[in-house]
């Protein structure tokens, strides 16, 4: 069965600190990826996505993420995060050409002033 | 971006009653919604895929009866829980694809359940 892992749930981080959220996929075939954001009190919303070419795909807000299909991972990075950037990050896979978007459990990311 | 709205955004009811939820997207249509759940402290789960004018898709373990959900135009696609109890108290998130394009969801604010 399909599966998404993130295997941070709880990050913790000074502003300007680098950032980086883990986010491995289970599925084997072509896959598009996404990480998804959700403010407090917010809806989720689209961070970036993947669906092919540069693996290296830049984001809104400074967040990058890089594919790596060899380890059937999506990380997200950001190299300086701000206060601003506290909420809850969801990794999301959607099998090409499927339906069915899988989501990762959600990590939380407190980013102190 | 795409905008998908949801009604009511929270709803408490008593046991045995039943609960509509709307999910409308407003500025584009979507021949396909999606119905998620989400727990506390866990990421969505996927119940059920709508689609526009036909039956809609459950996920395992997803009770169909208990979860009704009607597409009936391009924009609309509603949720009813029937005859809640209090282990459906929860949040329902709706999702719309594009209809062109790349595959991408857009999300629906949610809706806070709790039975009483």
Known sequence: AQSVSQHNHHVI????????LGCNYSYGGTVNLFWYVQYPGQ????????????PLVKGIKGFEAEFIKSKFSFNLRKPSVQWSDTA????????NNFNKFYFGSGTKLNVKP | ????????????????????????????????????RQFPKQSLMLMATSNEGSKATYEQGVEKDKFLINHASLTLSTLTVTSAHPEDSSFYICSARLVV???EQFFGPGTRLTVL
Request: aromatic residues 14%.
């Open chain 1, 88 to 95: 809850e990050y969801f990794c999301a896979v959607n099998r």
């Open chain 1, 13 to 20: 981080l000074s502003e300007a600190a680098s950032l980086e």
């Open chain 2, 101 to 103: 394009g790349y595959n």
């Open chain 1, 43 to 54: 809806h989720l919303q689209l961070l970036l996505k993947y669906f092919s070419g540069d």
């Open chain 2, 1 to 36: 971006g795409a905008v998908v709205s949801q009604h009511p955004s929270r709803v408490i009811c008593k046991s045995g009653t039943s609960v509509k939820i709307e999910c409308r997207s407003l500025d584009f249509q979507a021949t396909t919604m999606f119905w998620y």
